[in-house]
């Protein structure tokens, strides 16, 4: 069946950097994008980007970017979320999710909490 | 930039009927899915193209889209669809959610 795994929580200093991991299995990582959603404690969702596997294309949220890059390893079938100069209204969990091309997302990967402090 | 627009809580009775509303300009030229969020858990896709249900989705979930307005409808509702729900649309490339909607089953 299809799953996504992502890596474990993480805690950074205001001003690091921090990747996100996404390990896809159950299906052909190429024929699918992936895209990121970030949910901050007691909010709604927000979308981050998606990348397309299969060419690397990607398309990330105004008020991310220049912070955020997506990209893949096709060969290892994981998606990766890198976003720098951390600040402390960045502290959510974050998701990576299945993507019907600029449609919906029907498989999600489990969710890792990114908490800024200092 | 294009905005989806939810009812922060709906509540409703057991075995009752509950319809969320997403609204946004000129919806219906638009897919809407929607997505169900339960306390803790990764959200679940619950409808999509506006109306199909992915598979293992009881049919007691519905979809609607027309003019502005786009609808989830859960007819008899159960204690456990007690959830956030969300919408997502697309305006051009960029992925456009509502801000949720807290189902209360009372």
């Known amino acids: 069946q299809v799953q996504l795994v992502q890596s474990g929580p993480e805690l950074k200093r205001p001003g690091a950097s921090v990747k996100v991991s996404c390990k896809a299995s159950?299906?052909?990582?190429?024929?699918?994008?992936v895209t990121w959603v970030r949910q901050a404690p007691g909010q709604g969702l927000q979308w981050v980007g998606w990348?397309?596997?299969?060419?690397?294309?990607?398309n990330s949220a105004h008020n991310l970017q220049g912070r955020v890059t997506l990209t893949t390893d096709t060969s290892a079938s994981t998606a990766y979320l890198e976003l720098k100069s951390l600040r402390a209204d960045d502290t959510a969990v974050y998701f990576c999710a299945r993507e019907h091309a600029l449609s919906h997302f029907d498989s999600w990967g489990q969710g890792t909490l990114i908490t800024v402090s200092s | 930039s294009y905005e989806l627009t939810q009812p922060p809580s709906v509540s409703v009775s057991p075995g009752q009927t509950a319809s969320i509303t997403c609204s946004g300009d000129?919806?219906?030229?638009?897919?809407v899915c929607w997505y169900q969020q339960r306390t803790g858990q990764s959200p679940l896709l619950v409808i999509f193209h506006d109306n199909k249900r992915p598979s293992g989705i009881p049919e007691r979930f519905s979809g609607s889209n027309s003019g502005n307005t786009a609808t989830l409808t859960i007819s008899g509702t159960q204690a456990m669809d007690e959830a956030d729900y969300y919408c997502?649309?697309?305006?051009?490339?960029?992925?456009?959610f509502g801000g949720g909607t807290k189902l209360t089953v009372l």
């Open positions: 159950g299906y052909s990582f190429i024929d699918y994008h």
């Open positions: 990348v397309r596997p299969y060419n690397g294309d990607t």
């Open positions: 000129k919806l219906e030229n638009k897919y």
């Open positions: 997502q649309s697309w305006d051009g490339s960029t992925v456009v």
